[in-house]
């Protein structure tokens, strides 16, 4: 079918003004918060699930590649139309349909930021629990699809486990519903499955998550180092003494530096690092925690540990945390976020090799990080003009992916693998395993038309094996 023809059978389903076609309009789709760029051959902007089912079956009639995005925050590159085709904007599709407190149960649309979500349920008493640091930004259906994480999720867990019902949009057009209020399902977990699963098995159109009662109380703090050796000690330490706290981040100097310059939350600009640490449950236990951790710290070489007196206190510390990212734009015109994970008892070691790392292909790379998941963030710095550069920055970073799989660990956090972390799958995968995770594709879309081109390697090469 001619693109123009299309462009208007997409209009008869979702209205006139709800699809975008020109230049200009398409130029804003064609990158996310990653590297790589590619402009789609139309945008959608789609209000309900049976539009949603429409236009993907229109897609699949005219096999037309599609790719849902939610806020385009994710950092792999994953909403990056690589075959054209529709992105489908799922940001308009924003309400939370249902709190069900008896069951902990909410029920909400995928375009609703994750910020939003926790704002409506504080009122309640209630909170969702995986907090990606971007959660302003980023939308349930993006955390479903990254299976994000965040500070909290250290304790709780990342979004797999808070997820327990997708309503979706399968790449033929046929809306299936998954999982449910109820805490399992008979039959294969595919939930489980559709979880982190990228927008490569279809849309997810509806979100059952499960709420948890706030916390009666928290208590932050801030544990200031001159080593970051010792900083990474502690975060080991404070797990092998019996405590769960309910973050354990860590940030070092520079991005400290950057933090302060951009928020003013009082961070101290000499130290290595910081550790926030954060405890919550009933007041009566906070104290005690609380006392346990600072002097863990001090004995642990913490030159100083502040606990933050209240929630303005707190709230500061955490916007220098969550705007982390955003501060380091003030060093350099871009940055690499790496992800990789290793067993936290390897931080000391990896910090070290990834600041070996960073001399070896003369390249900055400050570090801020969910410390207590042993899930690491080196922002390599550069200039995206400069090709010679990213050249070395895409080096650097694959060999950071390398220590961590060396070291026990694995080549994503929280971020996904999109286009950035094809080739690295081969660190952690076998052909035969692609092969069958390949299978699981096929198996949700034959024809390969839901966000085409991500998370596997060489498809091609092993799409006739499948
Ligand atoms: C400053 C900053 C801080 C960040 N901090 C964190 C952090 O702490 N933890 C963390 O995990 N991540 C973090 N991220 C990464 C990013 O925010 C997450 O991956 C987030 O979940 C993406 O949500 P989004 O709505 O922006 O999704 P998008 O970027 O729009 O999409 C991400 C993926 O989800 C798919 N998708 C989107 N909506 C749907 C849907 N409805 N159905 C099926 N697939 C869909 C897309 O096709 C794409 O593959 C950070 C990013 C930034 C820029």
Redesign the pocket.
């Known amino acids: 079918m001619a693109h123009k023809v299309f462009v208007e059978e997409l209009r008869k389903i979702v209205g006139k003004g709800n699809v975008l076609d020109s230049d200009v309009n398409l130029q804003l789709y064609q990158y996310?918060?990653y590297l790589e760029e590619r402009r789609p051959d139309a945008v959608v902007f789609v209000h309900s699930t049976e539009e949603v089912a429409r236009v993907v079956k229109l897609c699949n009639v005219h096999g037309v590649p599609f790719?849902?995005?939610?806020?385009?925050?994710?950092?792999?590159g994953?909403?990056i139309p690589l075959k054209g085709g529709v992105v489908?904007e799922?940001?308009r599709?924003n309400r939370l349909l249902e709190v069900d407190t008896a069951n902990l149960r909410a029920r909400v649309q995928?375009?609703m930021?994750?910020l939003e979500l926790g704002n409506s349920l504080a009122p309640l008493g209630y909170q969702y629990l995986?907090?990606?640091?971007?959660?302003k930004?980023?939308?349930?259906?993006?955390?479903?699809?990254?299976?994000?994480?965040?500070?909290h999720?250290f304790k709780y867990g990342?979004?797999t486990n808070h997820v327990m019902g997708l309503t979706?949009v399968l790449p033929d057009g046929e809306i299936a519903e998954i999982g449910g209020m109820a805490p399992d399902t008979p039959g294969y977990d595919l939930t489980g499955v559709?979880v982190g699963?990228?927008?490569?098995?279809?849309?997810?159109?509806e979100v059952v998550v499960r709420i948890l009662r706030q916390a009666e109380g928290v208590k932050t703090m801030l544990a200031i180092y001159d080593s970051i050796e010792r900083g990474s000690e502690t975060v080991s330490a404070i797990v092998a003494a019996g405590m769960i706290p309910a973050t354990l981040e860590m940030m070092d100097q520079l991005v400290i530096q950057a933090v302060e310059q951009s928020i003013h939350c009082g961070l101290p600009l000499d130290c290595a690092t910081v550790l926030i640490i954060e405890v919550d449950g009933l007041k009566d236990d906070l104290e005690a925690q609380t006392e346990a951790i600072v002097n863990l710290c001090k004995t642990h070489g913490a030159r100083e540990v502040r606990v933050a007196k209240d929630d303005a206190e707190r709230a500061l510390l955490w916007a220098g945390r969550?705007g982390?990212?955003?501060a380091v734009a003030r060093l350099s015109p871009s940055y690499l976020?790496c992800?990789g994970t290793v067993p936290r008892t390897a931080l000391p070691v990896v910090l070290k090799k990834v600041a070996e790392v960073g001399k070896k292909y003369d390249l900055k790379i400050p570090n801020v990080f969910?410390a207590g998941d042993g899930n690491l963030?080196p922002l390599i710095l550069f200039d995206w003009r400069n090709a010679e550069q990213k050249e070395r920055v895409m080096k650097a970073g694959m060999e950071i992916l390398e220590l961590c799989v060396q070291l026990g660990g694995t080549i994503s956090?929280?971020?996904?693998v999109?286009l950035e972390k094809m080739d690295a799958m081969r660190l952690v995968h076998t052909e035969a395993d692609i092969r069958s995770q390949l299978m699981v594709k096929r198996a949700f879309d034959p024809q390969d038309l839901a966000?085409p081109g991500?998370i596997f390697p060489a498809l091609q090469e092993v799409a006739s094996v499948v």
């Open positions: 996310d918060a790719v849902p995005r939610g806020g385009g925050t994710n950092l792999s994953g909403t489908l799922m940001i599709m995928p375009g930021f994750n995986p907090d990606p640091a971007s959660q930004a980023a939308t349930l259906g993006g955390n479903v699809a990254e299976n994000s994480g965040g500070p999720c990342v979004t979706v559709f699963s990228e927008g490569t098995f279809g849309i997810c159109t969550r982390a990212f955003g976020v992800d969910h963030h956090g929280e971020h996904g999109g966000n991500k």
